[in-house]
């Protein structure tokens, strides 16, 4: 299947400060990414979907200017988290439509567990 | 709105046995993906099968295979000859024909692999 990678796989921050995390698409082009956070034991919750090109669509509840995505190139998407709080503590998984395999499948990142202290 | 709904928190299975994980939802649309990821310690998800609606022929990927009832709008996913690495979470998730190919989830099954 197709690889995506993550990075980094972990990160501690101090509250206030702003976190990037990087997504990116190893052997295909990725139009759309997707951005998930889960918490313990619970399911993925979706918070964005990012296009190529333009600006991404939130979801409801998701603040925007909290959680800024940018993916400027087929291969690469960010998640900036700006002044990270603890509550912003979490598990967030990457995914990139793969669509060159004419499968249309969504691959996902290794995820990355931001601590905020 | 579409939902997903995975009625079994946990399930346990004994190694070399199959163990069937249920999975419905519901949805007005006609075309639809229907999808099993494996989410393992490491939290990797990890696509296990896949299914187009309008097949009526249900996935298999070798021990793995699905039953998929339209009708129903029923979506199980059957191990056989299970091993320890099956041991992980199991999501159903659900994408519309059309869409930019945001997935929804359901909340899971852990399922035990007993040696």
């Known amino acids: 299947g197709a690889v995506v990678s993550q990075h980094p796989s972990w990160v501690i921050c101090k509250s206030g400060t702003s976190v990037k995390i990087e997504c990116r698409s190893l052997d295909f082009q990725a139009t759309t990414m997707f951005w998930y956070r889960q918490f313990p034991k619970q399911s993925l919750m979706l918070m964005a979907t990012s296009n ?3 600006k991404a669509t939130y979801e409801q509840g998701v603040e925007k200017d909290k959680f800024l995505i940018n993916h400027a190139s087929l291969t690469l998407s960010t998640l900036t988290v700006t002044s990270a709080h603890p509550e912003d503590s979490s598990f967030y998984i990457c995914s990139a439509r793969d669509l060159d395999r004419g499968t249309d499948t969504q ?4 995820g990355t567990r931001l601590t905020v202290l | ?3 997903v709904t995975q009625s079994q928190p946990e399930m346990s299975v004994q190694e070399a046995e199959t163990v069937t994980l249920s999975c ?3 949805t007005s649309e006609s075309d639809y993906y229907l999808f099993w990821y494996k989410q393992p310690p490491s939290r990797q998800m990890i696509l296990v099968i896949r299914q187009e609606a309008y097949k009526q022929q249900n996935a ?5 295979s699905v039953n998929f009832q339209k009708a129903a709008k029923s979506f199980s996913l ?8 099956d041991a992980a979470m199991y999501f159903c998730a659900y994408r519309s024909w059309g869409s930019q190919g ?3 989830f359901g909340k899971g099954t852990k399922l035990s692999v007993k040696p």
């Open chain 1, 52 to 54: 190529e090109g333009s």
């Open chain 1, 107 to 110: 691959y996902f990142g290794p």
């Open chain 2, 1 to 3: 709105a579409q939902t």
């Open chain 2, 24 to 26: 419905t939802y519901d």
């Open chain 2, 60 to 64: 298999t990927e070798n021990r793995f």
């Open chain 2, 78 to 85: 059957k191990i056989s000859d299970s091993q320890l690495g």
């Open chain 2, 102 to 104: 945001n997935l929804i």
